[in-house]
């Protein structure tokens, strides 16, 4: 999911990512990198990235209600939010 929201400058940018319960990852966009990388150190969440996405073996894990703590990075990390699930199709 993604939420699109306008806001008057970084500060208040900021205020309204931290203004939740969640802090799972997040993500900052902008064409000046050096900024972009000063408001996601302000963000709290467990992961961020500038530009792009997290790389796939950091460490997985949120801040408040997205929980504490890190799980190991990488598949081995994301396999500890997995429900396994077997479906079986005639051939």
Avoid at 45 to 60: E, H, K, L, W
Avoid at 61 to 77: T, Y
């Amino acid at each position: 999911m993604l939420t699109v929201m306008r806001y008057r400058d970084d500060d208040e940018a900021v205020a309204i990512a931290n203004n939740s319960q969640y802090g799972l990852s997040g993500a900052v966009w902008g064409t000046d990198a050096e900024r972009a990388v000063g408001v996601a150190r302000r963000i709290r969440t467990g992961q961020i990235a500038v530009n792009g996405f997290g790389p796939g073996d950091a460490p997985f894990g949120g801040f408040r209600q997205s929980g504490l703590g890190r799980e190991g990075g990488g598949i081995a990390g994301l396999h500890q939010y997995m429900e396994p699930k077997a479906i079986g199709m005639p051939a």
